[in-house]
């Protein structure tokens, strides 16, 4: 079971990842969806493999990282090969701010992507990740390439 | 399992300090209301969360007193299995459950630590009310919990809380917490109702002394609180053992205080005196919320202040 897979009893403190690889992760944002880098101000970006988390930024960490963690924050984006992913879980809370490359969706289509996994489309959009929206709530995460639509979705 | 019919036995102790007991009996036959907190983490336009659930048949109506929190008609509707619940919009949780994180009053920049977390509904409480710019420490001391609590935060989307796996009694020293909450194990008779799936706990687990765990947890959350910095103490059970006994164990033992507070439901004053003990006097400060003048689960909430 993948969730439970996350937890295990020496889970190692995330590293707060470098000014440039921070700058990449929410430059990826605010040029993909016109999600402002300030958005995620009041927050710290750490990093476990191929993983960027999310956690507030405390007045001082240190005090923090002696404590023995199991998860930190909340799981924003991943590495898949040479491009940046963003989670189903980090959009359908800061989704609702994008301005581009959201893909509206009827609920009978969602239905059919959440069940078919893949499925025949053409938009007006650039090819790469987009924000799966239905009837004003954002779902996740989808791929967009070469005339199909690709579900990330949990 | 206690059954319906041996209830007033059961609760008879407590006939001198829970009010109109005859009405509370009454009460324990019916079900209780049901409620959600509305997560605007998630959900900054409310109105979607709510019309897509009239469409689906659910009334939800704003609890006065109570922000972000709806009562829900039908009560045995399965909002477990609605799309809001699935997207993290929404968490049911019976109405007194808020009581404790109302008298933390979480604010954004505070360490605050959960010390008994899963599966999550006071965490993801304190991360909404915070605007999930608290640095929550949420602990459980079971990986089955924690697990739980996990996906929990995940659905809920807050990113302001780490995930620890301590026993709390023995939770390290080193962060200086603003707050703790110790939503203590307990023996759960302030959930009782007729039909409830929910066993008494230190029945089902025969020889648990849950006072003393009750008392090494609320020491421990002291000693971890910076001097003048509030620990709030709760329990879903009446029984001034797992209660004012317990607060009144740290009062001697520790330099605390109790902090009056207000709250958007009818409640008592604790008992300064149990089975012919006398107790501090302070302990009238604490708070007993009794099921049938609330319409939820019976609770008990102490607020303390550490002074020294």
Same mark, same amino acid.
């Given at each position: 079971?993948?969730?439970?897979?996350?937890?295990?009893?020496?889970?190692?403190?995330?590293?707060?990842?470098?000014?440039?690889?921070?700058?990449?992760?929410?430059?990826?944002?605010?040029?993909?969806?016109?999600?402002?880098?300030?958005?995620?101000?009041?927050?710290?970006?750490?990093?476990? $493999?191929?993983?960027?988390? &999310?956690?507030?930024? @405390?007045?001082? +960490?240190?005090? %923090?990282?002696?404590? #023995?963690?199991?998860?930190?924050?909340?799981?924003?984006?991943?590495?898949?090969?040479?491009?940046?992913?963003?989670?189903?879980?980090?959009?359908?809370?800061?989704?609702?701010? $994008?301005?581009?490359?959201? &893909?509206?969706?009827? @609920?009978?289509? +969602?239905?059919? %992507?959440?069940?078919? #996994?893949?499925?025949?489309?053409?938009?007006?959009?650039?090819?790469?990740?987009?924000?799966?929206?239905?009837?004003?709530?954002?779902?996740?995460?989808?791929?967009?390439?070469?005339?199909?639509?690709?579900?990330?979705?949990? | 399992?206690?059954?319906?019919?041996?209830?007033?036995?059961?609760?008879?102790?407590?006939?001198?300090?829970?009010?109109?007991?005859?009405?509370?009996?009454?009460?324990?036959?019916?079900?209780?209301?049901?409620?959600?907190?509305?997560?605007?983490?998630?959900?900054?336009?409310?109105?979607?969360?709510?019309?897509?659930?009239?469409?689906?048949?659910?009334?939800?109506?704003?609890?006065?007193?109570?922000?972000?929190?709806?009562?829900?008609?039908?009560?045995?509707?399965?909002?477990?299995?609605?799309?809001?619940?699935?997207?993290?919009?929404?968490?049911?949780?019976?109405?007194?459950?808020?009581?404790?994180?109302?008298?933390?009053?979480?604010?954004?920049?505070?360490?605050?630590?959960?010390?008994?977390?899963?599966?999550?509904?006071?965490?993801?409480?304190?991360?909404?009310?915070?605007?999930?710019?608290?640095?929550?420490?949420?602990?459980?001391?079971?990986?089955?919990?924690?697990?739980?609590?996990?996906?929990?935060?995940?659905?809920?989307?807050?990113?302001?809380?780490?995930?620890?796996?301590?026993?709390?009694?023995?939770?390290?020293?080193?962060?200086?917490?603003?707050?703790?909450?110790?939503?203590?194990?307990?023996?759960?008779?302030?959930?009782?109702?007729?039909?409830?799936?929910?066993?008494?706990?230190?029945?089902?687990?025969?020889?648990?002394?849950?006072?003393?765990?009750?008392?090494?947890?609320?020491?421990?959350?002291?000693?971890?609180?910076?001097?003048?910095?509030?620990?709030?103490?709760?329990?879903?059970?009446?029984?001034?053992?797992?209660?004012?006994?317990?607060?009144?164990?740290?009062?001697?033992?520790?330099?605390?205080?109790?902090?009056?507070?207000?709250?958007?439901?009818?409640?008592?004053?604790?008992?300064?005196?149990?089975?012919?003990?006398?107790?501090?006097?302070?302990?009238?400060?604490?708070?007993?919320?009794?099921?049938?003048?609330?319409?939820?689960?019976?609770?008990?909430?102490?607020?303390?202040?550490?002074?020294?």
């Amino acid at each position: 079971m993948g969730r439970r897979k996350k937890i295990h009893k020496e889970a190692k403190w995330p590293r707060v990842v470098s000014l440039e690889e921070r700058e990449e992760v929410l430059s990826f944002w605010e040029e993909r969806f016109g999600i402002p880098k300030e958005t995620f101000q009041d927050y710290l970006l750490l990093s476990t $493999a191929k993983n960027y988390w &999310l956690f507030i930024a @405390p007045p001082d +960490l240190r005090p %923090l990282q002696n404590l #023995k963690v199991q998860t930190v924050g909340l799981l924003f984006t991943r590495r898949v090969s040479r491009w940046l992913k963003p989670t189903s879980t980090a959009l359908q809370r800061f989704g609702h701010l $994008a301005t581009k490359n959201v &893909l509206e969706l009827s @609920p009978s289509e +969602l239905d059919r %992507l959440r069940r078919e #996994k893949r499925l025949p489309f053409e938009a007006e959009m650039e090819e790469g990740y987009v924000i799966i929206k239905c009837e004003g709530k954002v779902w996740g995460c989808g791929l967009y390439a070469q005339g199909k639509l690709i579900s990330f979705l949990p | 399992m206690l059954k319906v019919t041996e209830a007033p036995a059961y609760f008879a102790r407590y006939r001198e300090i829970i009010p109109d007991f005859e009405k509370f009996l009454a009460h324990l036959r019916e079900p209780l209301p049901l409620y959600f907190r509305l997560n605007e983490l998630k959900a900054p336009d409310p109105e979607v969360v709510l019309a897509g659930l009239a469409r689906q048949g659910v009334k939800a109506e704003a609890v006065p007193g109570f922000p972000h929190f709806y009562r829900v008609e039908p009560r045995d509707f399965p909002l477990g299995n609605t799309e809001e619940y699935y997207l993290g919009y929404i968490y049911p949780m019976t109405l007194s459950s808020a009581l404790p994180v109302i008298a933390l009053e979480p604010k954004p920049g505070e360490y605050i630590l959960d010390m008994c977390a899963a599966p999550g509904s006071k965490t993801t409480q304190i991360a909404q009310v915070a605007e999930d710019k608290a640095v929550i420490v949420a602990n459980d001391r079971r990986l089955d919990r924690l697990t739980a609590l996990v996906a929990n935060l995940k659905r809920l989307g807050v990113a302001c809380a780490l995930t620890t796996l301590y026993r709390g009694e023995v939770f390290p020293f080193g962060v200086p917490f603003d707050k703790v909450l110790v939503d203590a194990p307990c023996s759960g008779e302030g959930r009782y109702r007729e039909g409830y799936e929910g066993e008494l706990l230190y029945q089902k687990e025969g020889h648990t002394n849950l006072p003393a765990i009750q008392k090494g947890l609320l020491v421990r959350a002291f000693d971890l609180v910076k001097v003048g910095g509030i620990v709030v103490y709760s329990t879903c059970t009446f029984n001034p053992e797992e209660n004012e006994m317990v607060v009144d164990y740290l009062l001697r033992k520790r330099q605390a205080e109790i902090v009056p507070c207000t709250y958007p439901l009818p409640h008592h004053p604790g008992v300064t005196e149990w089975e012919g003990r006398p107790l501090h006097p302070d302990l009238q400060k604490t708070a007993r919320f009794y099921p049938h003048e609330t319409q939820a689960v019976g609770f008990f909430v102490a607020k303390i202040k550490r002074l020294f």
